[in-house]
């Protein structure tokens, strides 16, 4: 009977593990590759992009996946730092744009969930729909409405445009309103008792009560804004500006280095994930099931 | 402020409640004016665009914007992808996410590296992977390499209908281990002991999915929904990477339409689509959660 069951166990583990493999694949595959040699890369994958030439050619045409190099060597990281100052710079202008969203719309949110959370006022219910709606729309449907803002404004091609939209989203709010349901009112009528003003609560209290959920929404923040793409676009016209998220895109076709590139553009989010899974899971989960 | 606070306590509820107001508003602030100025009048100017015949100084034109939208043959085409790709790829997904989250929820090794696995290309930024995917879809890529060594023709994966199953793909990658977070949480709230009553009374492994299992995930499911569809919505940057403007005709979608319509200058049209765009999603998701509330009070 044990045995039995172990063999299941272990059958059912083998089949998950092979699809957790195959979800992995893009990932591994990016890792390995960016140990290779351009000569490697460019001998292997040298077909992809090239159509109906190779067809007539006969069919070995095709690419040559390999989970391992020939040789394992950091060429192609040499040659990013030392060729492509523009991938560095991009790299910076990522920081430069995820940065004060995060630290904005973490603050902003904090505060206006606390009033959502835990303060009755007349029209809440009614703007917190309004709030959870415009996070669920596409960017297209606020792309004019940012557009014609960022133009009176006087912030068009510059980072504002990006960073101030960013700053006064909805997600934040949702998210830490749902962490701070659950705080039991009984803290705050307690503070109340002892002559504690609201801001007082607010920073004593609720927030070091939060804290895991800062933690998650900072994480989800962090992974959402690394990897915007419509934003910078439409906003920043010159290409020295933008984010290597726009930068990485077109690159397609130099084998040189394209897989250290994107190795380094996704490892602060795959090492930031490894490190902090269990808020960012608790955070993914919280803010779905009283939605 | 602590001084005046005492001095107003002792006068009852009535007068903390407005002090809970003022502060609510206070605390709002910052927020509510953001996002006022950034999201909602913005918006509304959109739609009063949507009606008018210029941006500045247009006149009133009702819904002749509408009109000359819904005519286009283009956008035509971009909603009717929309719409095909939200309903093929939606409740394909949370049938591949619900399967998965049960069978992670069974005794099994190596449960929380599996269940990293599944998440890790949530937080993978698109543009680090679209080489891979580029890769594998390519005329002499791993895909159609594969397919001829049985003997299956080649595919033009991009530039053809099979586009769709592309983005199919990309998509159910990117979102699966999201939904499955979701489920494995609806999951874990079902009390054990439920299982074991059922077992007693002689339901069966089917009775008990049935009966037991699905009846309690309905409320994660609803939700399930909503982000998928939402999520599929965001499709559009993946295909974006991967096909540009102009992609293939099949995958032309909604997004794309409005980018279109935003680089040719052409703001009627797109706040038109945009304002349609948001009736759309709204009715969806209103609708949806409507259906759940009436469907929770049948239960009780």
Redesign the interface.
């Known amino acids: 009977m044990r045995v039995i069951q172990m063999i299941q166990k272990g059958l059912l583990t083998s089949l998950m593990g092979m699809i957790g493999l195959l979800m992995l694949f893009p990932i591994i595959i990016t890792f390995t590759n960016s140990l290779m040699t351009g000569q490697e890369l460019k001998i292997n994958y040298g077909v992809i992009g090239k159509l109906t030439e190779a067809t007539s050619s006969g069919a070995d045409t095709f690419v040559n996946v390999k989970w391992v190099p020939d040789k394992v060597t950091l060429e192609q990281y040499g040659n990013l730092l030392v060729h492509s100052p523009a991938y560095l710079l991009m790299f910076w202008n990522s920081v430069g744009l995820v940065v004060p969203i995060i630290v904005g719309q973490t603050a902003v949110a904090a505060l206006a969930a606390y009033a959502f959370a835990k303060l009755k006022f007349r029209g809440r219910d009614p703007l917190f729909l309004v709030y959870l709606l415009t996070m669920l729309m596409p960017f297209q449907v606020t792309l004019v409405p940012n557009y014609i803002m960022a133009d009176k404004l006087g912030l068009l091609h510059s980072a504002g445009a990006v960073i101030l939209p960013g700053v006064f989203a909805a997600f934040g709010v949702f998210m830490l309103r749902q962490f701070m349901l659950h705080i039991p009112y009984a803290y705050i009528e307690a503070a109340k008792i002892d002559g504690a003003g609201h801001l007082r609560i607010f920073l004593t209290i609720i927030l070091p009560m939060v804290k895991s959920g800062l933690a998650a929404l900072i994480i989800l923040l962090f992974v959402d804004y690394w990897n915007m793409v419509e934003q910078p676009l439409i906003f920043l016209d010159n290409p020295f500006k933008q984010p290597l998220s726009v930068f990485l895109a077109r690159l397609s076709g130099e084998w040189e280095m394209v897989f250290a590139e994107s190795m380094l553009y996704m490892s602060p989010m795959v090492l930031l994930f490894l490190y902090s899974e269990t808020y960012f899971i608790e955070g993914v989960q919280l803010s779905g099931i009283k939605g | ?2 001084k005046w ?2 001095l107003c306590a002792p006068l009852g509820r009535v007068r ?2 407005r002090r ?2 003022a ?6 602030m ?3 004016g ?2 006022a ?7 509304v ?2 739609v009063m ?1 949507s009606f008018m015949s210029g941006v500045s100084g247009g006149r009133f034109v009702g819904f002749a914007n509408y009109q000359e939208l819904l005519a286009s043959h283009s956008f035509r085409k971009a909603a009717s992808n929309t719409f095909y790709f939200s309903m093929v790829s939606v409740p394909l997904i949370l049938a591949l996410s619900l399967g ?1 989250a049960l ?2 929820n ?5 449960r929380n ?2 269940r ?20 594998i879809f ?5 895909l ?2 594969t397919l ?1 060594r049985f003997g299956i023709e ?1 595919v ?1 994966w991009m530039k053809t209908d099979a586009a769709r199953h592309v983005v199919l793909v990309v998509y159910i ?1 990117k979102n ?3 939904n499955v ?2 489920f ?3 999951l874990q709230q079902i009390p054990k002991d439920y299982y074991e009553t059922a077992q007693i009374e002689g339901a069966g492994r089917f009775r008990q999915f049935f009966g037991i299992t699905l009846v309690y995930l309905t409320t ?1 499911t609803f ?2 929904v ?2 998928s569809i ?1 999520n599929s ?2 499709v ?2 993946e295909t ?2 991967l096909a540009g403007d102009y992609p293939h005709d099949s995958i032309y979608i ?2 794309h339409y ?2 279109n319509m ?1 680089v040719s200058l052409d ?1 009627q049209k ?2 038109a689509a ?1 304002t349609l ?2 009736c759309g ?2 009715a969806i ?1 209103l609708g949806l959660f409507g259906l759940e509330r009436r469907y929770r009070q049948f239960m009780e």
């Open positions: 402020m602590k606070f005492f903390w409640m809970d107001a502060a609510a508003w206070l605390f709002l910052p927020s509510a953001g996002f100025v950034f999201y909602l009048i913005p918006f100017m959109g665009v998965l069978l992670l069974r005794n099994i090794y190596l590296w599996l990293t696995s599944f998440v890790l290309p949530l937080v993978v930024p698109v543009a680090s992977v679209i080489i891979i995917w580029q890769m390519d005329w002499n890529g791993i159609n390499y001829s080649r033009d990658w699966v281990g999201y977070i979701l494995l949480a609806g994660t939700f399930v909503v982000m939402i919505f965001k559009f940057r974006y990477l909604l997004q409005m980018n935003f703001i797109l706040t945009a765009m948001v999603i709204m998701v």
